[in-house]
C-alpha cells in the first residue's frame, strides 16, 4: 500500500514536469504550428544560465529568474531569427530546422559547459514526508514543483480567456487573415507566443534539473515525454497538456514500479497508441468541421 | 535512332526503370572497384541509407505522412536478418528478403494505427514507436542479446572472384545490389496507379475519397511499402557491420533518416540519393574539419554537431524543397535563359 501511494506521489511529481513541458509545445503549436523540437535543448540552455547564475552568487531565487528571463528572451529570439524564414513552408522544414537548431543547441551547450553532466539544487528539500512513522518519497520539494505548474497552468489559462493580448492570440492563431484585418499584430503574437512558451519550458528545465541532473543531453527523455503527453491532451489544448502530463506521470510510475524502468518506453508508446486510435486528435482534440 | 529509343523509353516505365537501374548498376561496379575499401565501406552505408530514405520518401512525400520510426523499422529487418543468420544457420539472401517481408509484416499494424493519425499525432506516435520498440531488446535480453546485441560471420566473397577479392568491396556489392532493387520497385511503383492515387490522397483525402479511393488502405499500404525498405536498409546495414545491437538504432537515426529525406528533396528518388550520400558523408567531412583546426578537446568534440545543426537550419532556410529542389530550379532557370537567348535558327 505504502509502494502504492509512494508511487502514485513520485508520478504526480514527474507529471507535473512533463505537463510544463507539453505546456510549451502546445503553445508554440497553437501559434504557429509547428512542433517544436528544439524546446528540451532550449530549456537546457536556459537551465545552463541559471546554474551559472546560482553558483556565482549562491542565491537560487536569483537563478531561477534568470532562467524564466532568459526563457522569455531566448523564445521571442528564436522565433524571429529562424522560425520566421519558415513559417510559410511545408511543415516537414519546420521540423527539421527545429531538429537543426536542437543539434546545434546541444553542442554549444556542449562547447561551453562540458559533456559531463553536473548536480544543479533544489529549491526545498529533497527528504521525504514522515507520514505516520513512514517516510514517503514525496519532498517538500516535489510539492513545490507541482503548485509552480499549476500555477502557471493557471496563469495562463487566465491570460488566454481574461485578457485582450490572449484574446488576439487565440484570434492571431485561429486565423491569421482575419486577425490581421482586425489590427491584430499577428506577427507580434507568434513572438509572444514562442516567448511564453521558452518561460514554461524553462520552469519545468529549472524544476527537473535536480532529479535527472544538469548536461547537453539530460533533458530528452523529458522532452520526448512531454511531446507524448501534449499528443494525448490534443495539441490544441492547454488544460488538456496538464491533464495528460500528470496522467503519463502516474501510469508510467506505476510501469516502473511493478513492472521495471526497461518498459517504461514501451508503456508510453502503448498508452499512446491506445488513445489516439480510440481518439486520433488526442484526450481533448480541437473541434473542427470537416471541410470539402 | 536515339530518337526511336526515347520515345520507347517514354512510353514503358518498366523500360525505364531498367534504364535507370542499368545505369545506376554500371556506376556502382566502377566505383566500387576504383576506390580504397574505407570508400567501399562508405559506398555500403550509402547504399543501405538510399534504401531506407526511397522508402520513406514515398511516405513523406507521395502519401504525406511522416514517419519519426523509421530507426525502429530498420532495427527490425537488421535483427532478423542477425537472428536468421547467427541463430538459424540461414543463407545470406533468404535471411535478407526474410528481413523485409518480417518489417513489412510489422508495418502492417503500425500503418494501420498511422493511417488514423494526421500531422503531429502521426509524429508523436511514431516517435513512440521509435523509442518504445529497442526497449524490447533489453526486456528479452535472452533471445535479442540485450545491450551488446548479436553479431554474425562477415558475408565470404565468392570464390569465383579471386581469393584477394575486398571483403569491404562485396559488401558494397550486396548493399549497392538491394538499393538497386529498391529503386527498380519504387521507380515503378511512383510511376504506376498506386503512385497516382497516393499522390491524390496526399494533395486531398476528402476528394480522393469522394473519388472512390480508399485512403486508409492506400495509406497504410504507403506505410508498408517503405516499411519493407526499411527492412532491407537495416538487413544490409546488419550484414555490412555484422551485428545488430540497440545502440545502433537510437531516436537519432530515425530523426536523421527524416532529415536525410527532406534535405535530399522531398519524394524524389534522387532526393533520396542526395539524402543517402549526406548522411554518409557529412559526418565525416565534419569530424575532419572539426580535427584540422586545433581547438580544445571540448570544442572539437561539439564541433561537428554544431556544424551539422548549422547545416540543417540554413538548408532549410536556403533551400526549403531540398537538394533535388535546388538542383531543378537550376535547371529550369537555365533553360529559360536558353530559351530568351532565341532558339537557334539557322539562316536567320
Not at chain 2, 574505407?38 to 504525406?64: H, M
Not at chain 2, 565470404?156 to 568491396?169: D, Q, V
Not at chain 2, 504507403?222 to 545502433?248: D, K
Amino acid at each position: 500500500m505504502t509502494k502504492f501511494v509512494d508511487l502514485t506521489l513520485s508520478g504526480i511529481s514527474t507529471g507535473a514536469v512533463y505537463a510544463a513541458v507539453a505546456l510549451a509545445l502546445v503553445l508554440i503549436w497553437r501559434a504557429t504550428r509547428i512542433v517544436n523540437f528544439a524546446q528540451g535543448a532550449m530549456l537546457m540552455i536556459t537551465t545552463f544560465i541559471a546554474s551559472a547564475v546560482i553558483s556565482s552568487t549562491g542565491s537560487y531565487w536569483l537563478g531561477f529568474a534568470v532562467a524564466l528571463v532568459a526563457g522569455l528572451v531566448f523564445g521571442a529570439l528564436v522565433e524571429r531569427v529562424v522560425i520566421r524564414p519558415v513559417e510559410k513552408a511545408p511543415p516537414l522544414n519546420a521540423v527539421i530546422l527545429t531538429l537543426g537548431l536542437y543539434t546545434l543547441l546541444v553542442a554549444v551547450a556542449g562547447m561551453i559547459w562540458g559533456n559531463t553532466p553536473r548536480s544543479f539544487p533544489a529549491a526545498f528539500s529533497l527528504r521525504g514526508y514522515d507520514v505516520g512513522g513512514t517516510r514517503l518519497l514525496f519532498t517538500p520539494n516535489d510539492t513545490f514543483i507541482v503548485l509552480v505548474v499549476i500555477a502557471v497552468a493557471v496563469v495562463l489559462a487566465v491570460v488566454f480567456r481574461y485578457t485582450s493580448l490572449g484574446l488576439q492570440m487565440r484570434a492571431a492563431a485561429f486565423s491569421p487573415e482575419v486577425a490581421r484585418l482586425l489590427g491584430v499584430r499577428v506577427g507580434q503574437m507568434l513572438t509572444i507566443g514562442w516567448a511564453l512558451a521558452a518561460v514554461a519550458g524553462a520552469l519545468a528545465g529549472v524544476l527537473v534539473a535536480p532529479s535527472v541532473f544538469l548536461g547537453p543531453n539530460s533533458f530528452d527523455p523529458i522532452l520526448i515525454s512531454g511531446f507524448v503527453a501534449a499528443v494525448l491532451g490534443g495539441l490544441d489544448s492547454p488544460p488538456g497538456a496538464v491533464i495528460a502530463g500528470l496522467i503519463l506521470g502516474v501510469a508510467l510510475s506505476y510501469v516502473s514500479g511493478y513492472a521495471g524502468s526497461a518498459l517504461v518506453p514501451l508503456a508510453a508508446l502503448v498508452i499512446l497508441v491506445v488513445v489516439l486510435m480510440a481518439r486520433p486528435g488526442g484526450l481533448f482534440p480541437a473541434s473542427r468541421e470537416r471541410r470539402v | 535512332m536515339t530518337a526511336s529509343v526515347r520515345a520507347t523509353l517514354a512510353r514503358s516505365t518498366l523500360l525505364r526503370s531498367l534504364a535507370w537501374v542499368v545505369l545506376a548498376g554500371a556506376v556502382l561496379l566502377l566505383v566500387s572497384d576504383l576506390v580504397s575499401s574505407y570508400n567501399d565501406l562508405e559506398l555500403a552505408s550509402g547504399a543501405y541509407y538510399f534504401a531506407v530514405l526511397a522508402g520513406l520518401t514515398i511516405l513523406a512525400g507521395q502519401s504525406g505522412q511522416i514517419s519519426l520510426g523509421h530507426g525502429a523499422l530498420m532495427a527490425v529487418g537488421a535483427y532478423t536478418v542477425v537472428i536468421l543468420i547467427g541463430k538459424g544457420g540461414w543463407p545470406l539472401v533468404p535471411s535478407i528478403v526474410a528481413a523485409v517481408i518480417v518489417t513489412a509484416a510489422v508495418g502492417v499494424p503500425v500503418g494501420a494505427a498511422a493511417s488514423r493519425l494526421r500531422g503531429p499525432y502521426l509524429a508523436g506516435a511514431t516517435l513512440a514507436f521509435a523509442v518504445g520498440l529497442p526497449a524490447l531488446a533489453d526486456k528479452f535480453s535472452g533471445f535479442f542479446g540485450g545491450e551488446n546485441g548479436l553479431t554474425i560471420n562477415p558475408p565470404t566473397p565468392p570464390s569465383s572472384l579471386g581469393a584477394a577479392f575486398p571483403l569491404e568491396r562485396w559488401e558494397a556489392w550486396i548493399a549497392g545490389l538491394g538499393a538497386l532493387v529498391v529503386l527498380f520497385v519504387l521507380h515503378n511503383l511512383t510511376a504506376s496507379g498506386f503512385g497516382r492515387a497516393l499522390r491524390a490522397v496526399r494533395d486531398d483525402e476528402i476528394a480522393a475519397s469522394l473519388s472512390g479511393l480508399r485512403v486508409g488502405r492506400l495509406q497504410t499500404l504507403a506505410f508498408v511499402v517503405s516499411a519493407g525498405c526499411a527492412g532491407l536498409g537495416g538487413a544490409m546495414l546488419a550484414v555490412v557491420l555484422q551485428l545488430a545491437q540497440p545502440g545502433a538504432f537510437p531516436l537519432q537515426l530515425s530523426l536523421s533518416l527524416l532529415t536525410g529525406v527532406v534535405l535530399g528533396g522531398l519524394g524524389s528518388l534522387v532526393g533520396a540519393i542526395w539524402g543517402a550520400a549526406l548522411l554518409t558523408l557529412l559526418p565525416n567531412w565534419t569530424t575532419d574539419l572539426a580535427h584540422s583546426f586545433s581547438l580544445s578537446t571540448q570544442v572539437s568534440a561539439n564541433l561537428p554537431l554544431a556544424v551539422y545543426g548549422v547545416v540543417l537550419i540554413l538548408a532549410m532556410i536556403l533551400w526549403p524543397s531540398g537538394i533535388q529542389g535546388a538542383v531543378r530550379a537550376l535547371f529550369i532557370r537555365l533553360r529559360a535563359r536558353r530559351a530568351a537567348a532565341g532558339p537557334a535558327v539557322p539562316g536567320s
